[in-house]
T-cell receptor, first 112, second 113 residues
Framework: AQSVTQPDIHITVSEGASLELRCNYS??????LFWYVQSPGQGLQLLLK??????LVQGIKGFEAEFKRSQSSFNLRKPSVHWSDAAEYFC??????????FGGGTRVLVKP | EAGVTQFPSHSVIEKGQTVTLRCDPI?????LYWYRRVMGKEIKFLLH????????ESGMPNNRFLAERTGGTYSTLKVQPAELEDSGVYFC???????????FGQGTRLTVV
């Protein structure tokens, strides 16, 4: 079955520390991969996407993600988090058709 | 350029009542999607419009849900009659093409009591 797994429901990180959010997908081929963020009171905002080519993709707000085919992973990273990065992050993929399949989300708390 | 707008932002209704959610996509976006996130679960696809036509409605949970997009502009999602398990956040998204970025609205939080 096609699915996306985000193993961490909550992550707490200190401001200025690095952040890595894990995402694994289950699909027979390489799908289109996405990371979205939902800040409090906001809609889902696209951080970055991977379609093909360079497996390290840069996104907005200083985020990057690396696609690893061998591990079926698409982990999101940021070298130094800011208090404004406190939000919920969703990994998603698009396979056949146009619908997105989302992971359960990871809520990030930033300590001062 | 205005983003995807959803109305209302919150709705609290009693079980058995009817609720209609509205989504205004970004102007010029032919593709419109509805998603739902119930408490503690993943965001799940409901359906996809291309202009006024339903391209994929495989995620609609049952026949209490009716989505329309008359004229290929805004869309409505009606729940009639609402049940407790319909509570959640309903997201709308739109995109210009089928392989272009989908922009999401802020969502409508529906609470059925």
């Amino acid at each position: 079955a096609q699915s996306v797994t985000q193993p961490d429901i909550h992550i707490t990180v200190s401001e200025g520390a690095s952040l890595e959010l894990r995402c694994n997908y289950s699909y027979g081929a390489t799908p289109y991969l996405f990371w979205y963020v939902q800040s409090p009171g906001q809609g889902l905002q696209l951080l970055l996407k991977y379609f093909s080519g360079d497996t390290l993709v840069q996104g907005i707000k200083g985020f990057e993600a690396e696609f690893k085919r061998s591990q079926s992973s698409f982990n999101l990273r940021k070298p130094s988090v800011h208090w404004s990065d406190a939000a919920e992050y969703f990994c998603a993929f698009k396979a056949a058709g146009n619908k997105l399949t989302f992971g359960g989300g990871t809520r990030v708390l930033v300590k001062p | 350029e205005a983003g995807v707008t959803q109305f209302p932002s919150h709705s609290v209704i009693e079980k058995g009542q009817t609720v209609t959610l509205r989504c205004d996509p970004i102007s010029g976006h032919d593709n419109l999607y509805w998603y739902r996130r119930v408490m503690g679960k993943e965001i799940k696809f409901l359906l996809h419009f291309v202009k006024e036509s339903k391209q994929d409605e495989s995620g609609m949970p049952n026949n209490r849900f009716l989505a329309e997009r008359t004229g290929g502009t805004y869309s409505t999602l009606k729940v009639q009659p609402a049940e407790l398990e319909d509570s959640g956040v309903y997201f709308c998204a739109s995109s210009r093409g089928t392989n272009t970025e989908a922009f999401f609205g802020q969502g409508t939080r529906l609470t059925v009591v």
